[in-house]
Each structure stands twice: as structure tokens, then as C-alpha cells.
């Protein structure tokens, strides 16, 4: 079956970086949608970004664009998110999931599209 295990998370200061990897065991298939998610208490979940395993689209959301970086790994089926300029608001729990039903496009603001989910990492910026 697939697994999605995220680790990474940390806690950092306001201004520093982390990167968050995402392994997926299980695909059948080669090609498919890896989403990084995150949830702060008391608010809804968010995507972040997102990549095509082909490395041809990647996707980010307006509140991390140009902070982050979403990439595929040289070691194989590992989704890494790079983040820079940590802020606080960047706190919360953030999971990776996986669409495989994508047919070349990843959608971070349908959360429901991904139907493989990792347990998640904590993240804490202060």
C-alpha cells in the first residue's frame, strides 16, 4: 500500500530555514501529484505547494511563493520543501499527500484531490 512519511520539521527562529523531505513508498505509478499541506491549530488546512513527479509544474501558494521551494530529490520518490524566511505565521503541523489520479496538473487548493496522506511534521517558528 502506499506510505507518505514526512520528516524535518523542527523548531526555528523567525528568519531561519528548514527543509521538510516527504518519502513515498508503494506508487504504482511513476507520474502523480506530491502536495505539502499544513494546519495551525484553530485554522483550516492549507496547501503550500505542490510538484508533478516529472519536475515539469511546480505550484505555490501566495503566502509562500518566493519563501519556499518544492523539489523532487536525486534519491528516488522523495519530495523535498525548502523553506526560507521563516515566519510565525508559518507555524503548524505540515503534511504531504499524494494525487495519483493527476493528470499533469496539481491542485494545492483541492486538498480532497490528494488521497494519500503522510502523519505530518511539526513545524514551529518563533
Known amino acids: 500500500h502506499v506510505q507518505l512519511v514526512e520528516s524535518g520539521g523542527d523548531s526555528v527562529q523567525a528568519g531561519g530555514s528548514l527543509t521538510l523531505s516527504c518519502v513515498v513508498s508503494?506508487?504504482?505509478?511513476?507520474?502523480?501529484?506530491v502536495g505539502w499541506f499544513r494546519q495551525a491549530p484553530g485554522k483550516e488546512r492549507e496547501g503550500v505547494a505542490a510538484?508533478?513527479?516529472?519536475?515539469?509544474?511546480?505550484y505555490y501558494s501566495d503566502s509562500v511563493k518566493g519563501r519556499f521551494i518544492i523539489f523532487q530529490d536525486n534519491v528516488k520518490n522523495t519530495v523535498r520543501l525548502q523553506m526560507y524566511r521563516l515566519e510565525t505565521n508559518d507555524t503548524a503541523k505540515y503534511y504531504c499527500?499524494?494525487?495519483?489520479?493527476?493528470?499533469?496538473?496539481?491542485?494545492?487548493?483541492?486538498?480532497?484531490?490528494?488521497?494519500?496522506w503522510g502523519q505530518g511534521t511539526q513545524v514551529t517558528v518563533s
Open positions: 499527500a499524494a494525487d495519483f489520479g493527476s493528470n499533469g496538473y496539481c491542485y494545492i487548493d483541492l486538498s480532497t484531490q490528494y488521497t494519500a
Open positions: 508503494g506508487a504504482r505509478k511513476s507520474r502523480y501529484c
Open positions: 510538484i508533478f513527479t516529472d519536475g515539469t509544474r511546480t
